[in-house]
């Protein structure tokens, strides 16, 4: 089993709509959580982070955080084209030095 | 200026040489990292270093080795580069933080080739 497992996608999602992405991660005392973007042929950039159970919202963009069923997923609001991108999500487990990313998944926002 | 560099952009190279990827920072942080992505496995770690004086494997270390020269520098050698090492090289940086919370700031890559 992998650490961190995305659905590697595609994912399409018509303009407007929510795109909703997830992640599963194996390690139960992992305690911190990011979502990355990253647009074809560039560098990753976070995009959200989140360290405890719930939702955190910044814009569009909301992080759900469930550490007993161990997800994580990323909500967009009123898809944009410019959302086009693949999504990685990241964990940290607890006392862990380093980040574990996930495969990532493509999402297509279709206008 | 962009706070994270990497030098060379692209290189090609092939099976045998020596190479070395560059990575400086000016955003003060003391974390660096080296990232190799492929596609469909998202980015997997080579080596980190939290100073000067500490460097830590990651979970595909073997074929690289790295330099940690100062604070804002740290380089990737590839000692004898194989074909199965093309990929997109990612240097990161961070600053410690507490309870896990950490952003890591990506620089722009760099594409190799390995023929």
């Known amino acids: 089993q992998k650490e961190v497992e995305q659905n590697s996608g595609p994912l399409s999602v018509p303009e407007g709509a929510i795109a909703s992405l997830n992640c599963t991660y194996s390690d139960r005392g992992s305690q911190s959580f990011f979502w990355y973007r990253q647009y074809s042929g560039k560098s990753p950039e976070l995009i959200m982070s989140i360290y405890s159970n719930g939702d955190k919202e910044d814009g569009r963009f909301t992080a759900q955080l469930n550490k007993a069923s161990q997800y994580v997923s990323l909500l967009i609001r009123d898809s944009q084209p410019s959302d086009s991108a693949t999504y990685l999500c990241?964990?940290?487990?607890?006392?862990?030095?380093?980040?574990?990313f996930g495969q990532g998944t493509r999402l297509t926002i279709n206008p | 200026d962009a706070d994270v560099t990497q030098t060379p952009r692209n290189r090609i190279t092939k099976t045998g040489k020596r190479i070395m990827l560059e990575c400086s920072q000016t955003?003060?942080?003391?974390?660096m990292y080296w990232y190799r992505q492929d596609p469909g496995l998202g980015l997997r770690l080579i080596y980190y270093?939290?100073?000067?004086?500490?460097?830590n494997k990651g979970e595909i270390s073997d074929g690289y080795s790295v330099s940690r020269q100062a604070q804002a520098k740290f380089s990737l050698s590839l000692e004898s580069a194989i074909p199965n090492q093309t990929a997109l090289y990612f240097c990161a940086t961070s600053w410690t933080q507490g309870r896990g919370q950490e952003t890591q700031y990506f620089g722009p890559g760099t594409r190799l080739l390995v023929l």
């Open positions: 270093s939290f100073d000067v004086k500490d460097i």
């Open positions: 990241a964990v940290r487990a607890q006392g862990a030095q380093k980040l574990v």
């Open positions: 955003k003060g942080h003391d974390r």
